[in-house]
């Protein structure tokens, strides 16, 4: 629940200027060679075969078949998938596969965005429908998404209206949006409870109903709760195409490259980091997406006190 | 004409965890057309209580709250009175001028007029040059200002006002009072100012309520022979009449009946 924990938190007015965004930069690039680092580090200096205490091994094994070089999983990247004739260069199969799950991800972004509104539209104005439905919300993200996958696969193939057919990609949407949804409903809510009681007056005083309230204070007031929640949505969207992928079995996205290379890990080990690789980008980039959305609204991030 | 506000017999009694609290008890009060009334008292007296009846925001146990000679609400519904609190209350992500816009937008009012009205609100409030400003660029004395543009946009002839410059350094409070009065002359409002303070309620009153806690009532109500409110300028503070008016009101506060000395009151 640390997800619910983070948006409950009241956000804060940040002051990001050209430096502060270099140095911010310089901190994350930093951070990965650090970690390239460590992991060469401990390649270097661990034990071959890994710690084992009793039965438990506390120490991965530091063989190359485990943990390949850096540099091995980094060239590994510039040659090509097999060696069949014809094969394409292994980045370009990851980047291909991670946009098909990307625009899937993205499909199931906007799904969930507007279910999660809806949700927390509803939750706001009947004060009975949150205590109804806020429980089954958070309750809903505990269900294992592994064991729940199949079951929308099965029950999409059976939908057919006119020349419309269910496809397979369009379970993974659906899955990907129930990851989605869920920030989205909660830092929602809470962002259109956000104005405080002076504003709701000050709105009953022009005789302004429902909607207007909403359209002119609790909409306005609710973006920078929206903001991280709309970026959470789209990191936990990645998340759920890249698992459904795997336990749908859908072909030609990364979460199926993640199973498979996987599996000819034995033989070539620094190839199933590529696409590990792959969906740790493609998270980047659909919350960075998300993050350029924030620049459209930046006045809705004012704060009232005096200069 | 009627009254701008007429408050008859009005008792109003709170509902809370531990029992019923009596906020008021048996109050009445008229405000004439253009009249200014402070409502002085101490913490708990029901000043803030009172004005929030007469805007609607709360209704009467018993009695009735009339403006312009229509109950309460339908005066609310038709927007009849313009109300501005201690915070200022704007809105963050609106401009100064989006800010004063939003009741006239509010009431479907077309484009070109509300900017017109604006323009006219924002000379009026003397922020000429802050239109396209947002509130946090703004130092609290200019929110409040704001706020009051915002008050009066659809031309009330009652403004409500719970201690607008509670607030503020004293400065910026003795010249936004100066420029109250004055705005109050020009569009010829009626005010229901509620105030801790006794020379802010003796300079800007015709009338000043003074009332008394525990059940929350009016003690007294001490006319202030100043001349008229528009005609009022700093030097007045530093009258012998002012002072006597200070006198009269804290005796008024002092001898409400009450043992308990009238905690919450200025008397700077």
């Known amino acids: 629940m640390t997800d619910a924990a983070t948006l409950l938190a009241p956000p804060r007015r940040r002051h990001a200027g050209q430096g502060a965004r270099l140095r911010a930069a310089c901190y994350g690039l930093l951070g990965i060679l650090t970690l390239a680092a460590v992991w060469e580090l401990y390649k270097g200096l661990g034990p071959v075969d890994g710690l084992v205490v009793g039965d438990i091994r506390v120490l991965p094994r530091t063989s190359d078949l485990a943990m390949p070089h850096v540099w091995d999983m980094i060239a590994r990247l510039f040659e090509p998938v097999t060696r069949a004739e014809g094969a394409r260069v292994l980045w370009l199969e990851i980047v291909l596969a991670a946009g098909l799950t990307l625009g899937i991800a993205a499909a199931g972004w906007v799904v969930g965005v507007i279910v999660g509104m809806a949700f927390a539209l509803i939750m706001q104005r009947w004060i009975l429908a949150e205590s109804a439905l806020l429980p089954w919300i958070v309750l809903s993200q505990t269900v294992p998404l592994i064991a729940f996958a199949p079951l929308v696969k099965s029950w999409g193939s059976r939908i057919e209206i006119g020349a419309f057919e269910w496809q397979d990609w369009m379970s993974v949407a659906v899955i990907a949006s129930y990851l989605a949804f869920f920030p989205v409903a909660v830092g929602a809510l809470k962002g259109l409870q956000s104005p405080d009681r002076l504003h709701l007056e000050l709105l009953h005083t022009y005789s302004a109903g429902w909607w207007p309230t909403m359209l002119h204070l609790r909409l306005p007031a609710a973006v920078p709760y929206l903001l991280p929640a709309l970026r959470l949505a789209a990191a936990n969207a990645v998340v759920g195409a890249v698992v459904a992928e795997v336990s749908t079995g859908l072909q030609g996205g990364i979460g199926r490259l993640v199973i498979q290379y996987a599996g000819q890990a034995s033989g070539d080990p620094a190839k199933a980091w590529a696409p590990i690789f792959g969906a740790i980008a493609l998270g980047l980039i659909a919350a960075g997406s998300v993050a350029l959305l924030g620049l459209l609204v930046k006045d809705y991030r004012r704060t009232e006190g005096a200069a | ?268």
């Open chain 2, 1 to 268: 004409m009627s009254n701008a506000v007429t408050v008859t017999g009005v008792d109003k009694v709170f509902d809370s965890g531990a029992g019923q609290v009596v906020a008021l008890t048996e109050v009445a009060l008229d405000v004439a057309p253009g009249e200014f009334v402070s409502l002085i008292g101490p913490s708990g007296c029901g000043k803030s209580t009172l004005l929030r009846l007469i805007a609607d925001l709360e209704s009467p146990t018993n009695g009735t709250v009339e403006v312009f000679g229509t109950s309460a609400h339908q005066a609310r519904l038709d927007q009849r009175y313009g109300i501005a609190f201690q915070q200022a209350g704007l809105l963050p992500w609106r401009t100064v001028a989006a800010n004063i816009a939003l009741p006239l937008e509010l009431s479907g009012m077309p484009k070109s007029d509300v900017r017109a009205r604006v323009d006219e609100l924002i000379a009026l409030v003397g922020l000429g040059d802050f239109g396209d400003r947002f509130p946090d660029q703004l130092s609290g004395g200019m929110q409040q200002r704001v706020a009051i543009a915002r008050a009066l946009a659809k031309k009330p002839q009652l403004l409500l006002m719970d201690e607008p410059f509670g607030a503020l350094d004293e400065m910026t409070r003795e010249y936004l009072q100066t420029e109250l009065l004055r705005i109050a002359a020009e569009t010829g409002a009626a005010v229901v100012f509620v105030t801790h303070s006794i020379p802010e309620a003796v300079y800007l009153s015709d009338r000043v309520v003074v009332m008394s806690p525990r059940p929350g009532r009016i003690a007294e109500v001490v006319p202030m022979s100043l001349g008229s409110t528009g005609s009022r300028a700093d030097d007045l503070r530093e009258d012998g009449s002012f002072f006597e008016m200070i006198t009269a009101v804290r005796e008024a506060l002092h001898g409400g009946g009450v043992a308990a000395a009238p905690r919450g009151v200025e008397n700077r």
